[in-house]
């Protein structure tokens, strides 16, 4: 095991974490010098034969596309990715919002648990105020082996959704909301204190950490099938 890294003086591409995780390693795009980044995604495609970045600005896809030419990049999530295609996608993952606002967090929990190899299914702008959205889609959500939920303001959609499904349901606070918000610290308090069963709760905005644990949900749910 203390070999499954590579030196590149900056950094330590961590190439054997998919041996041992079933997840390769991702990059946190926010911060890297161009060279470093590049260098780090040309490592760890090398290894892993894909690369999957977060938080990614368009500069920082041209430095990585100049590198690797077949990247790929999503402004509005910010997700950064190398693949070689032919993947396949498996499972049901439901990943919803409360509002419009709620879905650049939305879209990189989704992106990020396709790109794991997980089955998405969106359902966007249901939130509480207009209840009735939400409910035309329970049959949807009934379907699914979890539910992500993405909400700011009150955060009251991943209460709602626990009261509705058999499944687990990540929360995902969003920091959109006015003053009182405190940037979604409302929101986190709210899905932490939810009375309804089955919600975990990841940090505000964390998109990519929801998409990482509904696929590990997903894939257990599809192995329990296939026994």
Same mark, same amino acid.
């Given at each position: ?70 990247? /790929?990049?999503?402004?509005?999530? !910010?997700? $950064?990715?190398?693949?070689? +295609? =032919? ?5 049901? %993952? @439901? #990943? ?52 992500? /939920?993405?909400?700011?303001?009150? !955060?009251? $959609?991943?209460?709602?959704? +626990? =009261? ?5 349901? %990540? @929360? #995902? ?55």
């Amino acid at each position: 095991m203390k070999d499954d890294f590579e030196e590149l003086k900056y950094a330590k591409p961590d190439t054997g974490r998919k041996e041992r995780t079933g997840f390769p390693e991702v990059v946190f795009c926010p911060g890297k010098k161009d060279a470093f980044l590049a260098g780090i995604f040309r490592t760890l495609y090398e290894k892993n034969g894909e690369v999957l970045g977060t938080r990614a600005s368009e500069h920082q896809f041209r430095i990585v596309q100049a590198e690797l030419p077949q990247a /790929a990049y999503d402004a509005v999530s !910010g997700i $950064l990715t190398v693949e070689s +295609g =032919g993947k396949t996608q498996a499972g049901n %993952i @439901a #990943v919803c919002t409360a509002g419009t606002a709620d879905i650049p967090v939305a879209e990189e929990a989704a992106r990020t648990a396709e790109f794991f190899g997980s089955k998405v299914v969106r359902v966007y702008d249901v939130g509480v105020s207009g209840i009735h959205r939400l409910l035309a889609q329970e049959s949807v959500l009934e379907e699914a082996n979890c539910v992500v /939920a993405v909400a700011g303001m009150e !955060g009251a $959609l991943a209460s709602v959704i +626990g =009261g509705l499904v058999s499944v687990p349901v %990540i @929360a #995902v606070p969003t920091s959109v909301g006015y003053g009182a918000s405190l940037g979604g610290l409302s929101a986190l308090l709210t899905m932490i204190n939810s009375c309804a069963n089955g919600i975990s709760v990841v940090n505000i905005d964390n998109g990519y950490g929801a998409g990482y644990i509904a696929t590990q949900i997903n894939r257990l749910a599809e192995k329990g099938k296939t026994k």
